[in-house]
């Protein structure tokens, strides 16, 4: 037989863990029934792992958690509210300065006037009257002329005497 590889261990250990889909744990439970060193393995892995499961971790005193907690910096914890502030502005202030070169470097866009025709368009330069009637689009109404206009009170009178 060949040496088991560290790949093999690894295998194996995984194996253990329920951690190989179908092909490989295939794979690692025909290594183990032919090799033995490899089911000596998985059986020191399997003895190690249920003993671990079985042990209990030892009560850590509370002077030494007390002295651990003193010479952590104390701003552990807080430092990613920092950062995520710091972020945060720095994404504010690149978002203002692309609108502030979009408003710059994009001319405006000509908004067609109310009831005009489609090609009458007003920039924002013009001032209103301009841009509604300019003096040869719509027609004046026309002046009374003396002809048609009623007489005043003193014309008629001085025809008269």
Known sequence: MTPLTPRDA?????????????????WVERLIARDPDARALADDLRA????????????????LRAAIAARLPRTAGRGW????LVHAAGTAAAALLVGLALW??????????PGGRPE?????SETPAEAIAPE???????EKSADTAAP??????????
Do not use: N, Y
């Not at 509210?81 to 995520?84: F, G, I, T, V």
């Not at 009458?120 to 924002?124: A, F, I, L």
């Not at 040869?136 to 109404?141: G, I, K, L, S, V």
């Not at 005043?152 to 005497?161: E, I, L, M, N, Y």
């Open 48 to 63: 190690l792992g249920e003993a671990l499961r079985r042990e209990r971790l030892p009560e850590v005193p509370a002077d």
């Open 104 to 113: 710059q470097l994009v001319p405006p866009t000509p908004v067609p006037e």
């Open 81 to 84: 509210r920092r950062a995520l």
């Open 136 to 142: 040869d689009e719509f027609p004046r109404p026309k």
């Open 152 to 161: 005043s009170a003193p014309a008629a009178d001085a025809k008269q005497a």
């Open 120 to 124: 009458t368009v007003r920039q924002q």
């Open 10 to 26: 690894e295998r194996i250990s995984a194996w253990l863990d329920g951690e190989l889909d179908a092909g490989e744990a295939a």
